[in-house]
């Protein structure tokens, strides 16, 4: 069944992601499936401690992920989809991706779902800095 879908949000914020209004953004009254992604970032990678990361954002990051957004909205079966990115300082515990599709079912939902989630961490151009417990740091996750 193909649906009008609705980009709600589609976003590169440098403030703190809502989870909430992600997931409220796409609550609509068709939709029997709702599946929200929170990336958060962890304490470890690689059994090194992390003590923060800082994600860089290239000036068409924001262009992208509505691109992506547009693209995974047009998919059959999408009611409606919210994504957004962080960038700057992010302690551990902070959400660095939000990600939420709503359908009428729930197979789609997480299929789509991932599926965007798998599209912003592909293509999107942003650049993370891990920064270690023991003063050491490394970029990593360049498109």
Same mark, same amino acid.
């Given at each position: 069944?193909?649906?009008?879908?609705?980009?709600?949000?589609?976003?590169?914020? =440098?403030?703190?992601?809502?989870?909430? /209004? +992600?997931?409220? /953004?796409?609550?609509?009254?068709? %939709?029997?499936?709702?599946?929200?992604?929170? &990336?958060?970032?962890?304490?470890? =990678? &690689? &059994?090194?401690?992390?003590?923060?990361?800082?994600?860089?954002?290239?000036?068409?990051?924001?262009?992208?992920?509505?691109?992506?957004?547009?693209?995974?909205?047009?998919?059959?079966?999408?009611?409606?989809?919210?994504?957004?990115?962080?960038? &700057?300082?992010? /302690? @551990?515990?902070?959400?660095?991706?939000?990600? %939420?599709?709503?359908?009428?079912? $729930? %197979?789609?939902?997480?299929?789509?779902?991932?599926?965007?989630?798998?599209?912003?961490? +592909?293509?999107?151009? @942003?650049?993370? $800095?891990?920064?270690? %417990? =023991?003063?050491?740091?490394?970029?990593?996750?360049?498109?």
């Amino acid at each position: 069944m193909s649906t009008v879908s609705t980009v709600r949000i589609a976003a590169i914020s =440098d403030a703190a992601l809502d989870l909430a /209004a +992600h997931e409220r /953004a796409v609550d609509l009254p068709g %939709a029997g499936a709702t599946v929200v992604f929170c &990336g958060v970032v962890r304490d470890s =990678d &690689g &059994g090194r401690a992390v003590v923060e990361l800082e994600y860089q954002g290239h000036p068409t990051a924001a262009a992208t992920i509505e691109t992506i957004a547009a693209e995974v909205a047009a998919r059959p079966d999408v009611l409606a989809l919210a994504v957004s990115h962080r960038v &700057g300082m992010l /302690a @551990i515990g902070d959400a660095a991706l939000v990600a %939420a599709v709503s359908t009428a079912h $729930r %197979a789609e939902a997480f299929a789509l779902c991932a599926e965007l989630v798998e599209q912003v961490k +592909h293509r999107l151009p @942003i650049w993370k $800095r891990q920064v270690f %417990a =023991d003063g050491s740091d490394e970029w990593v996750n360049c498109p």
